[in-house]
Nanobody, 124 residues
Framework: QVQLVESGGGLVQVGDSLTLSCAVN????????MGWFRQAPGKEREFVAA????????YYPDSVKGRFIISRDNAKNTVYLQLNSLKLEDTAVYYC?????????????????WGQGTQVTVSS
C-alpha cells in the first residue's frame, strides 16, 4: 500500500511564498508521475501541477504557471510544491497524488493514490 503525507501548509499573506512537501512510502515512488491538486470550499478538485518520474518534465495549468514550481527528490521519496506570489484565490486544501502511469493527466480520477491534504490559507 502506498501512503502519501503532505505537510507545509499554513496561513500566509498575499504575495508570500510557501513550500509544500509530500512524503511517499513505497519502493516504486520513482516510477510514478506525481501531481498536486487543490480544492477550495464548494469547488471541484483542481489540478495544479505534475512532474515526471525523473523530474525532467513538469506541467502546469495557466492559473498557476509561472508562480508554482513542482519538484521531486527520488532519493527522499518526496515531492514538493513551491507556491510563489500567492493570491487570495489560492486558498484551498492541497493534495498530492501518485499516478502509476507515465502520462501527464489532469483529472483526479486518473490518479491512484492520495494524501490527506494540507490547508493553505492566503489572507489580505
Amino acid at each position: 500500500q502506498v501512503q502519501l503525507v503532505e505537510s507545509g501548509g499554513g496561513l500566509v499573506q498575499v504575495g508570500d511564498s510557501l513550500t509544500l512537501s509530500c512524503a511517499v512510502n513505497g519502493r516504486t515512488f520513482s516510477s510514478y508521475v506525481m501531481g498536486w491538486f487543490r480544492q477550495a470550499p464548494g469547488k471541484e478538485r483542481e489540478f495544479v501541477a505534475a512532474i515526471s518520474w525523473s523530474g525532467g518534465r513538469t506541467y502546469y495549468p495557466d492559473s498557476v504557471k509561472g508562480r508554482f514550481i513542482i519538484s521531486r527528490d527520488n532519493a527522499k521519496n518526496t515531492v514538493y510544491l513551491q507556491l510563489n506570489s500567492l493570491k487570495l484565490e489560492d486558498t484551498a486544501v492541497y493534495y498530492c497524488a501518485a499516478d502509476r502511469t507515465t502520462l501527464f493527466r489532469t483529472m483526479p480520477e486518473n490518479y491512484d493514490y492520495w494524501g490527506q491534504g494540507t490547508q493553505v490559507t492566503v489572507s489580505s
